[in-house]
């Protein structure tokens, strides 16, 4: 066993294989927030990636487990996005409403995909159990960043999920950027007084 660990990684294909299960998430993720939760098949990933239907249920046997990696993996670049913001300016705490602001603005501009993958993967969440853990990370993890400016957890999942409310009506609604900007930047503001 340990000889063919050593072949796998001299000849690349542990990496390769690495490489193909990311296409196949971001394809994934593409479907999702083109498409929805629901139209999210092994075969309209493996268009979407221009890859086989075999390689897609190679990496994801079943949809359940497709649709649980779309969903982290989308989650976790929103976190990890923000957590690398709020860590990079956990000197200054006072500056939290803005850059709480202005990241509701990527979210939905250059990572407007991932975001609407998770907002869908939540609503999908009502019909499909398996997902509730993966959405209480998520949730979990945001609280967890905002817990130190807001006070408690309790109130740091409120503030995270009065967030994804406003970022959500911005999504379905249109209203624009500055709007999406200012009300963000204000109940944030709001939740630390």
């Given at each position: 066993?340990?000889?063919?660990?050593?072949?796998?990684?001299?000849?690349?294909?542990?990496?390769?294989?690495?490489?193909?299960?990311?296409?196949?998430?971001?394809?994934?993720?593409?479907?999702?927030?083109?498409?929805?939760?629901?139209?999210?098949?092994?075969?309209a990933v493996a268009a979407q990636a221009g890859v086989s239907l075999a390689s897609v249920t190679y990496h994801f046997p079943g949809i359940a487990e497709l649709r649980q990696s779309a969903f982290d993996h989308a989650g976790s670049r929103i976190g990890l996005a923000f957590r690398a913001l709020v860590?990079?300016?956990?000197?200054?705490?006072?500056?939290?409403?803005?850059?709480?602001?202005?990241?509701?603005?990527?979210?939905?501009g250059e990572s407007r995909q991932d975001?609407?993958?998770?907002?869908a993967?939540?609503?999908?969440?009502?019909?499909?159990?398996?997902?509730?853990?993966?959405?209480?990370e998520l949730d979990g993890h945001l609280a967890?960043?905002?817990?130190?400016?807001?006070?408690?957890?309790?109130?740091?999942?409120?503030l995270s999920s009065s967030i994804q409310g406003l970022i959500l009506t911005h999504l379905a609604t249109g209203t624009g950027p500055d709007e999406l900007?200012?009300?963000v930047t204000t109940l944030v503001r709001r939740f630390a007084s």
């Amino acid at each position: 066993m340990l000889g063919r660990v050593v072949n796998e990684k001299k000849d690349g294909r542990l990496e390769r294989g690495k490489a193909r299960r990311e296409l196949l998430l971001d394809a994934a993720v593409t479907v999702i927030a083109e498409s929805g939760a629901g139209l999210l098949t092994h075969r309209a990933v493996a268009a979407q990636a221009g890859v086989s239907l075999a390689s897609v249920t190679y990496h994801f046997p079943g949809i359940a487990e497709l649709r649980q990696s779309a969903f982290d993996h989308a989650g976790s670049r929103i976190g990890l996005a923000f957590r690398a913001l709020v860590e990079a300016h956990h000197e200054t705490p006072g500056s939290l409403p803005e850059l709480a602001g202005n990241y509701a603005l990527t979210l939905t501009g250059e990572s407007r995909q991932d975001t609407v993958a998770v907002f869908a993967m939540i609503l999908a969440s009502s019909h499909d159990e398996s997902l509730r853990p993966v959405i209480r990370e998520l949730d979990g993890h945001l609280a967890d960043l905002l817990e130190n400016y807001v006070g408690d957890h309790a109130t740091a999942l409120i503030l995270s999920s009065s967030i994804q409310g406003l970022i959500l009506t911005h999504l379905a609604t249109g209203t624009g950027p500055d709007e999406l900007r200012t009300s963000v930047t204000t109940l944030v503001r709001r939740f630390a007084s």
